[in-house]
């Protein structure tokens, strides 16, 4: 190999961090935000073939309120609803890292695009919860689907299923002019563990939707579906995918025209309160013409 096919893939692994970074978030900066509070507790869910890291905060006599994220990420992209005390009144708040992300794997370490493997794999975290309470699942982007094939395994024990900007709509799986960069082995021995997780991900997530498509049906407790209008990385179409397929009739559907992907940063004060109130939106389907600058 030449020094300008070198060069290549160092400016290629480069650029690609560069596209994600603001999507990640750093041990140093989740040191420096718990440098003056309390920080949640980390444990680590384990058996013979697989580790689940946690972080948890408010009572675990409380009743859960499970986070998953999406791709790239970790149990940090939730550290504002970890860090909310209205929120650590009422609920047990439990943030994972996926397989394949932070300090959770299955067996080899390897990247596990299965959503049904992904989904069975935080059963586990049940069991940390002694509330004997329903739990509320949240998930948001790529933990969309995961969040509500958990919720299909275990419909008696979920009390509602919130997906937030969830990219679930099998044919419409958006990639990008970087996309392919990512798959190349080279620049991958450039890049964080996540990146690659990530990419393994996105190029079977499609086939894994899919799979899913049985399972929707079996969506009967509370659901509610938040998608921005302005959400250039999970198509807005997904909302009308989530539509046509959950009959749930305590299914809510809201659209907020101007806003991006991130809903639970730009609109966090609104999924509290959803949190909270799961009666909050009687309305079948909203559309809440709110600006991102007017909420927290």
Known sequence: ????????????????????????????????????????????????TLCIQVASTGADTLPMLLLIHG?????????????????????????????????????????VESIETQARSLMQVMNINHSNQPVIILGRSYGAPIAAA?????????????????????????????????????????LPREFNTATKEKYAHAEELRK???????????????????????DPINIEFAKENIP???AQFITIPKAGHMLTFSHVDMIRQLVINTSKYKDKTINLDIDVATTK
């Open 1 to 48: 190999m030449n020094f300008r096919s070198y060069l290549y893939i160092i400016l290629s692994a480069l650029l690609l961090s560069s596209c994600f970074s603001k999507y990640r978030t750093t041990a140093r900066e989740v040191r420096r935000h718990y440098a003056n509070i309390p920080k949640p507790k980390l444990e680590c869910i384990q058996n013979d």
């Open 248 to 250: 749930s009739p305590r």
């Open 150 to 190: 958990m919720a299909s395994m275990m419909p008696d024990k979920v009390k509602q299923l919130i997906m937030v900007s969830p990219v679930i709509h099998p044919e419409k799986e958006k990639f990008y002019w970087f996309s392919k960069y990512g798959r190349n082995k080279l620049i991958q021995l450039f």
């Open 212 to 234: 899913m498509l049985p399972i929707w049906q079996k969506l009967t407790m509370p659901v509610v579906v938040i998608q921005g209008g302005n959400d250039w990385i999970g």
């Open 71 to 111: 791709a790239p990420g970790g149990w940090y992209g939730y550290m504002n609803m970890l860090d909310d005390t209205s929120l650590q009144k009422r609920f047990h708040i439990v943030s994972v890292d996926r397989l394949g992300y932070g300090n959770s794997w299955l067996k080899r370490r390897k990247p």
